[in-house]
């Protein structure tokens, strides 16, 4: 089992945030929403409240998390890319050879970073331009070694997939996918 930790910050796109959740969870994963903000209910961008798990800094230890997930919308992906310990934490995760995931805007997190350097990644047209030193992809997924992104709402459901198999292999996600009917 992973131990992902999911950053919600007001103005994130609930789809890109929940659907993976949901897909992660069902296939047998240790998931934790983690609010950026200074209160655990995070504002979506669809004006939507969400209760996050934890509150940043509630969370004692991040070394053991597998995966982070960041998702998009905005100003959500511009608060995570303004959270002064996220990007600290980011930097560590990346130190230890962890995975990443980010879906729309929140590419341009690790891009601004120089994480996704010598990379190929994906996001929400128009912000490529912050994939500093990545190749753009326009995939709807893209995978690149620890690195797993996403160009936008419509990918949220193909993203969560991604991700899981990544963990628990092609035969479970196919499982999975064939009891939730997804045929895409």
Request: aromatic share 10%; hydrophobic share 45%.
């Amino acid at each position: 089992m992973a131990k992902i930790y999911v950053f919600l910050a007001d103005g994130f796109e609930l789809i890109e945030a929940m659907a993976p959740v949901d897909i992660l969870r069902r296939g047998g994963q240790e998931v934790t929403t983690v609010s950026i903000m200074d209160r655990r209910t995070v504002m979506s961008a669809q004006q939507q409240e969400v209760l996050a798990d934890a509150l940043f800094s509630e969370v004692t230890d991040f070394g053991n998390a597998d995966w982070l997930i960041l998702p998009g919308g905005m100003p959500g992906a511009e608060h995570l890319c303004n959270h002064d310990a996220l990007r600290e934490l980011l930097y560590e995760h990346d130190a230890h050879d962890r995975h990443f995931a980010a879906i729309c805007a929140a590419p341009m997190v690790l891009g601004r970073i120089g994480l996704l350097s010598g990379h190929r990644a994906t996001c929400y047209p128009g912000f490529e331009k912050f994939l500093l030193d990545a190749t753009y992809t326009a995939e709807p997924v893209t995978i690149d070694d620890r690195f797993t992104t996403a160009y936008g709402p419509g990918a949220a459901l193909a993203f969560g997939y991604a991700i899981l198999q990544q963990i628990v292999g092609e035969e479970a996600v196919a499982a999975l996918k064939s009891g939730m009917m997804y045929k895409g």
